[in-house]
């Protein structure tokens, strides 16, 4: 019996068939969605970029925009996957947030799955609501695969949180034509895109600043260039957005406009008009880089030199070296980060460098190992190898630290003007690890008097507080209060500097001597 065989024409006019009922089903399923964005929504949803960052103030829509960025997408590219992430799940579930208003838009016809927090489409689509509360929670999507991704207030995850989830926005369907619908009359092939939605502020302000912000216009789409760690970079787009773009906010409650308007100036600037170049809870709000950071020139020989270091082996250790001026100036000329060097070794990274009158350490490296480690401190390793640390902070609250930090950094006096001589720390615009880390550097929300400790990426490196630790180590080596002394360290071999080893935590070894400022005498 002969095999029939379907002539072309009419696969091709199956084939035609099946994709116009798919147009009708998508556009059926659209048009049960009764919503209709902003100007500034508009421009979000209908950008090409691989990474959006979209808004920048309160009240700018950026939710809600991300929201329905989601939903489109699934209406558009039938059996893909997208997730949607807040830092907590309380985040995703509080009223008016993502998981209710997606309940308020989608009605009954998308299938809402509680245990899971998904929404599955009639064309098997699905959005996925998820959270990432410490750093460990990334690997829950170790092995998952989405179409995109999108962080609503984005600035709440650290930087390791963003790249590793971020790694999950990939596709096989890459490429895929979309289906025409109301929201997306003209849709281009599929391709991965990762959006973001934010304030400023929070322990991510300073990265997104960096990566979207920083010397590009607002709208541009751009690419970084190529680097060995990211030979194939993806392009880029900040569109802001205030509460002045959300006309049916400021229709529905004009009261909250005017709650913006009252805030702090520092807060006003940054949730009303979306201010970039600061940061809601930054620890050292007297940083200023354009009155911080100073072009390099040739330390002279007769300037003392001091250095602090913030140690570590998986954690990076972070040396900073300082020359201080007649006029009591201290500038950093001189930076060292590295990770998984033994004392050895890094004693001869620093060897290399300029000797400083008093190198200064955190009480950690001044106390007793287990005796399988030779019961040695990492203070008396180094010692062996020709560089002496003394113990700077013992017993000492950090909050000192910090508060001879802030002295060092003030400029203004209380009308905001610079005062004169003032700051006493300037920094090398070389130095760009510490440039970085001192605006990055936020208030403990538990202990607000002392500095967020704040973990590396462990694949990277990125990030930590390490700097700024570093540099607290470096400026009590010269603290200055009223109850301040000058700090020496004991010549190597002497009884002052025997003791700093029996008793590293009662005994720094640190020669003390009252400031000369407070008896009229010239600092040393």
């Known amino acids: 019996m002969p095999i029939f065989e379907v002539p072309e024409y009419e696969k091709k006019r199956a084939q035609e068939l099946i994709e116009a009922k798919k147009i009708k089903a998508t556009a059926m399923l659209a048009d049960q969605i009764e919503w209709t964005p902003q100007e500034k929504q508009k421009a979000f949803l209908e950008c090409q970029a691989d990474e959006v960052l979209y808004g920048g103030a309160a009240g700018g829509g950026k939710s809600e925009a991300l929201l329905m960025y989601s939903i489109i997408r699934r209406l558009t590219y039938p059996g893909t996957r997208g997730l949607i992430l807040r830092r907590t799940v309380a985040e995703l579930m509080k009223q008016g947030s993502l998981i209710p208003r997606a309940k308020e838009i989608l009605g009954t016809k998308w299938k809402w799955r509680e245990r899971d927090k998904t929404y599955t489409a009639p064309n098997g689509s699905v959005i996925e609501f998820g959270h990432c509360d410490t750093e460990a929670d990334v690997y829950r999507w170790q092995s998952s695969q989405y179409e995109d991704i999108c962080f609503d207030e984005a600035t709440h995850f650290t930087e390791f949180q963003i790249r590793y989830i971020s790694s999950r926005c990939r596709s096989a369907k890459a490429g895929m034509p979309g289906i025409p619908n109301k929201f997306c009359p003209n849709p281009p092939p599929l391709k991965p895109q990762i959006r973001f939605a934010s304030n400023p502020g929070n322990v991510g302000h300073t990265y997104f600043r960096k990566k979207f912000i920083d010397g590009h216009k607002p709208g541009e789409i751009w690419t970084p260039e190529p680097t060995p760690d990211d030979p194939e970079p993806k392009s880029r787009c900040f569109i802001p957005a205030t509460i002045y773009d959300n006309q049916i906010l400021m229709k529905a409650d004009p009261g909250y406009l005017?709650?913006?308007?009252?805030?702090?100036?520092?807060?006003?600037?940054?949730?009303?008009?979306?201010?970039?170049?600061?940061?809601?809870?930054?620890?050292?709000?007297?940083?200023?880089?354009?009155?911080?950071?100073?072009?390099?020139?040739?330390?002279?020989?007769?300037?003392?030199?001091?250095?602090?270091?913030?140690?570590?082996?998986?954690?990076?250790?972070?040396?900073?070296?300082?020359?201080?001026?007649?006029?009591?100036?201290?500038?950093?000329?001189?930076?060292?980060?590295?990770?998984?060097?033994?004392?050895?070794?890094?004693?001869?990274?620093?060897?290399?460098?300029?000797?400083?009158?008093?190198?200064?350490?955190?009480?950690?490296?001044?106390?007793?190992?287990?005796?399988?480690?030779?019961?040695?401190?990492?203070?008396?390793?180094?010692?062996?190898?020709?560089?002496?640390?003394?113990?700077?902070?013992?017993?000492?609250?950090?909050?000192?630290?910090?508060?001879?930090?802030?002295?060092?950094?003030?400029?203004?006096?209380?009308?905001?003007?610079?005062?004169?001589g003032r700051p006493l720390l300037r920094v090398f615009k070389t130095c760009k690890h510490l440039i970085n880390a001192i605006p990055d550097a936020l208030a403990n929300p538990n202990d607000p008097e002392d500095v967020l400790r704040v973990d590396i990426d462990p694949t990277t490196g990125f990030g930590g507080d390490d700097e700024v630790t570093a540099l607290g180590y470096l400026v009590m080596t010269r603290p200055f209060t009223d109850t301040v002394f000058f700090i020496e360290t004991p010549l190597p071999g002497s009884f002052e500097w025997h003791m700093s080893f029996k008793k590293p935590l009662d005994k720094s070894g640190i020669i003390c001597y009252p400031n000369p400022k407070k008896i009229g005498g010239s600092r040393p």
């Open 258 to 420: 005017a709650w913006l308007r009252q805030l702090p100036e520092r807060e006003r600037k940054m949730l009303l008009e979306g201010e970039w170049n600061l940061s809601f809870g930054q620890f050292f709000d007297e940083w200023n880089p354009e009155v911080h950071v100073v072009e390099p020139f040739t330390i002279p020989k007769h300037w003392p030199v001091f250095a602090g270091m913030d140690w570590g082996y998986n954690h990076p250790t972070v040396v900073l070296w300082a020359a201080m001026s007649p006029d009591g100036v201290l500038y950093v000329f001189e930076e060292l980060r590295v990770r998984f060097l033994h004392v050895e070794e890094l004693a001869n990274r620093i060897l290399k460098r300029p000797t400083p009158v008093v190198f200064g350490a955190g009480p950690d490296v001044f106390s007793w190992q287990k005796e399988h480690l030779g019961g040695r401190s990492i203070a008396q390793q180094f010692s062996e190898f020709g560089v002496f640390l003394s113990n700077v902070t013992a017993g000492k609250k950090r909050y000192h630290m910090w508060e001879q930090v802030r002295h060092y950094l003030q400029w203004r006096d209380e009308k905001g003007e610079q005062m004169p």
